[in-house]
């Protein structure tokens, strides 16, 4: 498994991370869902003030950059974007979709909550497949 890392494009994993973070930036903003996604996790705007952003951003660019490069371990060398891409969406809705489903609906989380998070990792990853696609 060690040897599939090597392997990996690293310009195409960091794209592919910075990407899906500035996804996430946009995501979670006012522009888009901010607001929904405070309601629903039970934050507020001053949360956020006093929230320790460079742990949380340096975590979450590192998150990314781990993700990236597992999507691009998986679909190996030279995958067709779309393929990367459908790939990327099959990770975001059966892996990901389905765990924070399940753990929501045992913590009683929000619906709204759970179409925010889950709807950005899906698309986090379905972009993450097509950088790497893109770029291999």
Same mark, same amino acid.
């Given at each position: 498994?060690?040897? @599939?890392?090597?392997?990996?494009?690293?310009?195409?994993?960091?794209?592919?991370?910075?990407?899906?973070?500035?996804?996430?930036?946009?995501? @979670?903003?006012?522009?888009?869902?901010?607001?929904?996604?405070?309601?629903?996790?039970?934050? +507020?705007? #001053?949360?956020?003030?006093?929230?320790?952003?460079?742990?949380?951003?340096?975590?979450?660019?590192? #998150?990314?950059?781990?993700?990236?490069?597992?999507?691009?371990?998986?679909?190996?060398?030279?995958?067709?974007?779309?393929?990367?891409? +459908?790939?990327?969406?099959?990770?975001?809705? +059966?892996?990901?979709?389905?765990?924070?489903?399940?753990? @929501?609906?045992?913590?009683?989380?929000?619906?709204?909550?759970?179409?925010?998070?889950?709807? @950005?990792? +899906?698309?986090?990853?379905?972009?993450?497949?097509?950088?790497?696609?893109?770029?291999?």
């Amino acid at each position: 498994m060690l040897m @599939y890392v090597f392997e990996v494009n690293i310009v195409a994993v960091l794209l592919a991370a910075l990407s899906s973070f500035l996804l996430g930036g946009l995501w @979670y903003s006012p522009l888009m869902f901010q607001q929904a996604w405070l309601e629903g996790a039970g934050l +507020t705007e #001053l949360d956020l003030k006093h929230a320790d952003h460079k742990a949380i951003f340096l975590g979450s660019f590192m #998150l990314c950059i781990l993700a990236s490069v597992a999507v691009a371990m998986l679909v190996g060398k030279g995958p067709s974007v779309l393929d990367a891409m +459908t790939f990327g969406l099959f990770i975001g809705v +059966t892996f990901v979709t389905t765990s924070f489903g399940i753990s @929501y609906l045992f913590e009683q989380r929000p619906l709204k909550l759970f179409l925010v998070n889950a709807g @950005y990792h +899906t698309l986090q990853f379905t972009l993450i497949g097509f950088v790497v696609g893109s770029l291999n």
